[in-house]
């Protein structure tokens, strides 16, 4: 299926870090297990980028502050980091989002890299037209960042087993891969993808 059609795509891996994985701060149930599925898939892309939540310590998103969230992803903490056992050789990009301390942010297209520019900014002049989105969670950051991505112009597929969601409501996570997928993203599953494919950099050669 996705043969030949990862010569102009990115995959953007959504805040895969430790405060979202088990025994992290905010932590998404089975959130670490994506990793495996994550590592697999970066083979294959000309292109990946990885995002970050990066709060200040006094963030307006937490409780504290009257927010909805514990503390969680304070810029400089382990639990901001990207969870240890996902392979960031070939990552080429880091975007980092909701860092003033009075503006929350969900989709990584709010996000800026270390030379302040935007993701929509980087992927065009790259000529990226198709986005694969994956990472934490299914229900909050992954959705913003896929209906921003339509937005956007970007052909936007979504790795439904390459997320998890808060599931704050049982149904949380199947109700926005419904509206994923009624806004015309793509869901696919990680072998669609890696069936065909060939690592990113042989498929150059």
């Known amino acids: 299926m996705m043969k030949n059609t990862l010569k102009d795509a990115a995959l953007i891996l959504v805040d895969i870090q430790n405060d979202f994985c088990p025994d992290g701060a905010l932590a998404v149930a089975e959130g ?25 310590p006094n963030h307006i998103s937490f409780k504290e502050q009257g927010g909805p969230w514990p503390p969680h992803c304070v810029r400089g903490t382990r639990g901001a980091e990207l969870h240890p056992a996902l392979k960031t050789e070939t990552i080429k990009y880091y975007f980092r989002k909701a860092s003033s301390a009075d503006k ?94 060939k690592p990113a950099s042989a498929a150059a050669r």
């Open 32 to 56: 670490d297990q994506i990793v495996a599925v994550v590592n697999r898939m970066m083979r294959v892309f000309p292109l990946v980028i990885s995002t970050q939540d990066w709060h200040p």
């Open 104 to 197: 929350d942010a969900y989709s990584e297209f709010e996000g800026v890299d270390e030379n302040n520019r935007k993701l929509d900014e980087v992927l065009k002049s790259l000529g990226v037209r198709k986005l694969f989105v994956a990472g934490l969670a299914t229900d909050y950051c992954v959705l913003a960042t896929v209906l921003d991505g339509l937005e956007n112009g970007y052909e936007v597929y979504a790795v439904t087993d390459a997320m998890r969601a808060v599931n704050v409501n049982p149904d949380d996570g199947e109700k926005a891969l419904e509206e994923m997928a009624a806004k015309g993203a793509r869901l696919v599953k990680s072998d669609e993808i890696l069936k065909g494919s």
